[in-house]
């Protein structure tokens, strides 16, 4: 295996699972947390538009951050392997939290944002807003152990010498 490839794996894997970790942390800490300060048929009407966008998006960065992490477990060895591989069932974690969590209440919200909201709409925008923090720390973990392992495959520096 060549260092290049090594390096370009790392490099990717970084690079996808921090644009999760962004995208996903960024939701959470101001779009989310503005759907909880704008009337109901805002929420709604903008949730509805979001999704519309964010569903390639998010799933290449999903995706993506998945496989280079598998890779990354793949070409690693020993500690690095271990923790290049819990990055990949955490980004996969996002991702199964995403599909069977945020995406039928999405499919929810896109009904009442034509209709009406049902009387336990607030629980289930609770929930969703569970299902969003889930994912977003899931994601963020995966950045952070990605991170750790880009660390700790560097070389070891020379030793200096004395005299």
Known sequence: MSKFRS????????????????????GAVNVAATFDVVPLDVRLTF???????????MQTAMALAAISSLALALLSRGRPRWLAGVAAAL??????????????????????????????????LDRWETYNATRTVAALAAFALVIVVSR?????PALAQTR
């Not at 700790?152 to 070891?156: Q, S, Y």
Request: aromatic share 8%.
């Open 7 to 26: 390096d370009l794996v790392t490099g990717v894997a970084i690079l996808s699972t921090g644009l999760l970790a962004g995208a996903f942390g960024y």
């Open 91 to 124: 980004v996969v974690t996002s991702f199964l939290v995403t599909r069977f969590g945020n995406v039928p209440i999405n499919g929810r919200i896109k009904v009442w944002a034509v209709t009406t909201a049902p009387a336990d709409h607030a629980a289930i």
């Open 152 to 156: 700790l495959k560097l070389p070891a």
């Open 47 to 57: 949730h509805t538009a979001l999704m519309q966008r964010n569903g390639v998006v």
